[in-house]
């Protein structure tokens, strides 16, 4: 069993990566490279802090006010066999936590991978799939581009299908550190650089880790 996880980024309050309020992994590590990925820093499998799989469970465990964790990155199939462990012992205390991941393989590829992605899969209650691609960028419910699939796995969030599939926005978090860092899936291409550009013209720096486009 894989003990540790590569860990770009957490985050242990969102409310626009997933249904409600989630508590939000990003791995470190992603084998494809699609234009104009806004996770750029996630990208290399070097890098990212190893953190063990048990101390993520405790973390995810102690949240209060959250309903579930999403999973993203960087490539969480990547890191499948330790994904699938980290949910197994969070819902050993917390039955009801709920699990969403992005991918950047399709769905059909995912189940037909090898064990390892099969059982993540199967620990799932929402998946985002495929790769983001800039042309079909578009203003949509946590997902980058039109060709990426919102699936409902099981019934958890059979009501997320009948919802509006419109952008849940961007959150930007100030750390105790004073750090500046967002969330969320960009609703505009070019968001990141916009963004950083108008906090550097205030005297604000960005904190370059993980978020999300799809
Ligand atoms: S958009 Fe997702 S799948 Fe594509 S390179 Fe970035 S992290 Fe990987």
């Not at 242990?12 to 939000?24: I, M, W």
């Not at 699939?149 to 299908?161: F, K, P, T």
Request: charged content about 20%; overall charge neutral; proline content about 6%.
């Amino acid at each position: 069993m894989t003990t540790h996880l590569s860990v770009a980024r957490t985050l242990d309050h969102c409310a626009v990566l997933g249904p409600g309020t989630r508590a939000v992994i990003w791995v470190q590590g992603c084998p494809l490279r699609c234009h104009g990925c806004v996770a750029a820093e996630t990208l290399p499998f070097e890098g990212g802090t190893a953190r063990p799989v048990a101390e993520l469970a405790d973390w995810l465990c102690g949240l209060s006010g959250v309903e579930g964790v999403t999973l993203s990155g960087g490539e969480p199939f990547s890191q499948a066999g330790a994904l699938a462990a980290l949910l197994d012992a969070v819902r050993e205390r917390r039955p009801d936590f709920g699990a969403m991941a992005y991918s950047g393989f399709r769905y059909e590829a995912l189940r037909r991978g090898d064990p390892d992605r099969r059982e993540l899969l199967r620990r799932l209650d929402l998946l985002v799939d495929g790769p983001y691609v800039a042309a079909r960028h578009g203003s949509l419910r946590w997902r980058g581009s039109d060709n990426q699939r919102l699936i409902v796995l099981g019934d958890r969030y059979a009501h997320v299908a009948a919802e509006p599939d419109t952008s849940a926005g961007i959150e930007l978090s100030v750390a105790a550190d004073g750090s500046l860092s967002w969330a969320g899936v960009p609703p505009t291409p070019g968001f990141r650089e916009g963004l950083e550009e108008q906090l550097a013209a205030r005297g604000f720096v960005l904190h370059t880790q993980a978020r999300r486009n799809g």
